[in-house]
């Protein structure tokens, strides 16, 4: 089993930047979104 | 300003807990540094639950009082609910191909979790179809609570079925540090998805009332 997972540092990292990617991603989206509706309404 | 503050707050403390994660606490004895998924893994997947539970509680709320806050706030936390969702499984793929040697099997836990995922996404197209926003939330309340049933069996699916993701493991199980890692961790999403509902919802009523301007100026 160890020998599968030695060297899986690569998986962490993915794992990790991903979560970031998906997060920081939704967050923008949020505020794009609400800056479309913003100007939308305004027109 | 205050608004802003409590968002950084938020990611401030999203980011120390992921230190902690990351370099504070110690690696696992058997899976080594590649364990430390766990603590975004297991978080993305209570939070996710706990949306769903907010669609479910909503859905019901919006048949008692027919108010359409709640109808926005179901389809907020559905929406917030399949991110968590999608990223659960992205992050259980990533950790399962080092340890179990495969990205995706056809495993109880992992099966009613990618079902959970496209029933809800579902949920979110339907709800694209209807364009009068009383008629969609008379629509969309009964399928949040009838699809909910889905959450306890994702849950309960490592007990029922053993196959191959391990059970809960329970803090009496587990090394007190990965116990406040983990901790950390879901509070940290948990704070995420507070902020990430009511932003949401925001957007949903914003638009609403964008709506209902551009309604007035046609009559």
């Known amino acids: 089993m160890n020998g599968i997972i030695e060297g899986a540092k690569e998986f962490l990292v993915a794992g990790y930047v991903l979560t970031w990617i998906v997060l920081l991603g939704y967050s923008f989206s949020l505020i794009f979104r609400h800056k479309k509706v913003s100007l939308r309404g305004t027109k | 300003m205050k608004r802003i503050f409590l968002i950084l707050l938020v990611f401030a403390f999203f980011v120390f807990a992921q230190i902690w994660a990351l370099f504070v606490t110690p690696p ?41 806050k709640w109808d926005r706030l179901a389809e907020s936390a559905a929406e917030v609910g399949v991110v ?34 496209f029933l809800y996404v579902g949920y979110l197209t339907l709800r694209r179809f209807v364009q009068d926003r009383d008629p969609r939330a008379r629509l ?36 007190p540090d990965m116990v406040l890692s983990l901790r950390l961790n879901a ?13 949401r919802y925001q957007l949903r009523k914003l638009r609403d009332v964008s709506e209902d301007a551009l309604m007035e100026e046609i009559r």
């Open chain 2, 84 to 117: 968590l969702t999608g990223l659960t499984l992205c992050l259980g793929s990533i950790w399962g191909r080092p340890t179990w040697g495969v990205w995706w099997t056809w495993d109880a836990r992992l099966t009613t979790t990618a079902i959970l995922f």
């Open chain 2, 140 to 175: 969309s309340a009964p399928l949040g609570i009838l699809i909910f049933l889905n959450v306890p069996v994702v849950y309960l699916s490592v007990r029922w079925w053993r196959t191959l993701h391990q059970i809960q493991s329970s803090p009496s199980t587990m090394s």
């Open chain 2, 28 to 68: 696992d004895q058997y899976m080594g540094e590649v364990q430390r998924l766990m603590y975004v893994h297991v978080p993305a997947a209570w939070n996710s639950f706990i949306a769903f539970f907010v669609v479910f509680i909503s859905s019901i709320a919006y048949l008692i009082w027919k108010k359409q």
């Open chain 2, 187 to 199: 509070f940290a999403f948990l704070f995420l998805l507070i902020l990430f509902i009511y932003h």
